[in-house]
Protein backbone atom coordinates (compact mmCIF):
# COMPACT_ATOMS: atom_id res chain seq x y z
CA UNK A 1 0.00 0.00 0.00
CA UNK A 2 1.32 3.46 -0.93
CA UNK A 3 0.08 6.49 0.09
CA UNK A 4 0.81 9.92 -1.76
CA UNK A 5 0.17 13.76 -0.45
CA UNK A 6 0.50 17.13 -3.11
CA UNK A 7 1.75 19.71 -1.74
CA UNK A 8 2.66 23.14 -3.66
CA UNK A 9 -0.04 24.19 -5.54
CA UNK A 10 -1.08 27.69 -5.73
CA UNK A 11 -2.62 30.73 -7.43
CA UNK A 12 0.56 32.14 -10.11
CA UNK A 13 0.40 34.84 -12.45
CA UNK A 14 1.22 33.73 -16.34
CA UNK A 15 4.83 33.13 -16.82
CA UNK A 16 5.51 32.36 -13.16
CA UNK A 17 6.69 29.25 -11.63
CA UNK A 18 5.46 26.33 -8.91
CA UNK A 19 6.90 23.34 -8.05
CA UNK A 20 4.43 20.33 -6.63
CA UNK A 21 5.52 17.69 -4.37
CA UNK A 22 4.50 14.91 -3.60
CA UNK A 23 5.24 12.67 -0.52
CA UNK A 24 4.65 8.63 -0.45
CA UNK A 25 4.76 6.75 2.37
CA UNK A 26 5.91 2.94 2.35
CA UNK A 27 9.27 1.91 2.12
CA UNK A 28 9.22 0.18 -1.83
CA UNK A 29 8.75 4.11 -3.26
CA UNK A 30 12.31 3.28 -4.75
CA UNK A 31 10.56 0.89 -7.29
CA UNK A 32 7.78 2.62 -8.19
CA UNK A 33 7.30 5.07 -11.38
CA UNK A 34 5.58 8.09 -10.63
CA UNK A 35 3.59 10.60 -12.74
CA UNK A 36 2.02 13.23 -12.79
CA UNK A 37 -1.93 14.04 -14.01
CA UNK A 38 -4.28 17.04 -14.08
CA UNK A 39 -7.95 17.90 -14.36
CA UNK A 40 -9.27 21.10 -15.25
CA UNK A 41 -13.12 22.11 -15.10
CA UNK A 42 -15.04 19.99 -17.62
CA UNK A 43 -12.58 18.14 -19.05
CA UNK A 44 -11.00 14.84 -18.08
CA UNK A 45 -7.53 13.74 -16.63
CA UNK A 46 -5.01 14.24 -18.58
CA UNK A 47 -1.46 13.15 -18.66
CA UNK A 48 1.67 15.71 -17.47
CA UNK A 49 4.53 13.48 -17.13
CA UNK A 50 6.26 10.43 -15.43
CA UNK A 51 9.86 9.17 -13.96
CA UNK A 52 10.54 5.92 -14.29
CA UNK A 53 11.83 3.82 -10.95
CA UNK A 54 15.01 5.32 -10.86
CA UNK A 55 14.64 8.74 -12.20
CA UNK A 56 17.05 7.92 -15.29
CA UNK A 57 14.01 8.64 -17.61
CA UNK A 58 11.62 10.76 -18.00
CA UNK A 59 8.46 11.40 -20.18
CA UNK A 60 6.22 14.53 -21.24
CA UNK A 61 2.98 15.66 -22.52
CA UNK A 62 3.81 17.90 -25.83
CA UNK A 63 1.50 20.12 -23.89
CA UNK A 64 4.32 20.75 -20.98
CA UNK A 65 7.19 19.84 -22.81
CA UNK A 66 10.15 22.18 -21.86
CA UNK A 67 8.58 23.89 -19.51
CA UNK A 68 7.46 21.10 -16.78
CA UNK A 69 10.64 18.80 -15.37
CA UNK A 70 9.81 15.59 -13.05
CA UNK A 71 12.25 14.92 -10.53
CA UNK A 72 12.67 12.68 -7.39
CA UNK A 73 14.49 11.79 -4.72
CA UNK A 74 14.60 8.21 -4.02
CA UNK A 75 15.40 8.85 0.08
CA UNK A 76 12.98 11.27 0.86
CA UNK A 77 10.22 9.37 -0.72
CA UNK A 78 9.45 12.24 -2.89
CA UNK A 79 8.96 13.06 -6.32
CA UNK A 80 8.52 16.68 -7.83
CA UNK A 81 6.92 18.63 -10.78
CA UNK A 82 8.78 21.96 -11.35
CA UNK A 83 6.68 24.36 -13.82
CA UNK A 84 7.73 27.17 -15.13
CA UNK A 85 6.74 29.31 -17.83
CA UNK A 86 2.87 28.58 -16.83
CA UNK A 87 0.07 29.69 -18.84
CA UNK A 88 -3.71 29.63 -17.95
CA UNK A 89 -4.58 26.81 -19.95
CA UNK A 90 -2.42 24.89 -17.08
CA UNK A 91 -5.11 25.66 -14.14
CA UNK A 92 -5.97 21.93 -12.84
CA UNK A 93 -5.57 20.11 -10.37
CA UNK A 94 -3.01 18.51 -10.20
CA UNK A 95 -2.17 14.52 -9.09
CA UNK A 96 0.73 12.37 -8.68
CA UNK A 97 0.30 8.34 -9.31
CA UNK A 98 2.47 5.75 -8.28
CA UNK A 99 2.97 2.49 -11.16
CA UNK A 100 4.31 -0.35 -9.64
CA UNK A 101 5.74 -1.81 -12.61
CA UNK A 102 7.92 0.84 -12.12
CA UNK A 103 8.26 2.10 -15.55
CA UNK A 104 5.18 4.72 -16.17
CA UNK A 105 2.87 5.21 -18.90
CA UNK A 106 0.93 7.93 -20.48
CA UNK A 107 -2.59 5.93 -19.28
CA UNK A 108 -4.07 6.46 -16.11
CA UNK A 109 -5.42 3.38 -15.99
CA UNK A 110 -1.65 1.83 -15.41
CA UNK A 111 -1.33 3.42 -11.99
CA UNK A 112 -1.99 1.66 -9.24
CA UNK A 113 -2.40 4.60 -6.16
CA UNK A 114 -3.05 8.18 -6.39
CA UNK A 115 -2.91 11.39 -4.20
CA UNK A 116 -5.60 13.70 -3.18
CA UNK A 117 -4.94 16.58 -5.91
CA UNK A 118 -3.58 20.17 -5.81
CA UNK A 119 -4.96 23.15 -7.46
CA UNK A 120 -3.00 25.20 -9.75
CA UNK A 121 -4.06 28.15 -10.87
CA UNK A 122 -2.79 30.41 -13.34
CA UNK A 123 -4.43 34.03 -13.74
CA UNK A 124 -3.78 35.80 -17.09
Known amino acids: QVQLVESGGGLVQAGGSLRLSCAAS????????MGWFRQAPGKEREFVGY????????RYADSVKGRFTISRDNAKNTVYLQMNSLKPEDTAVYYCAADSTGWGATISARYDYWGQGTQVTVSS
Open 26 to 33: GRTFSSYA
Open 51 to 58: IIWSGGFT
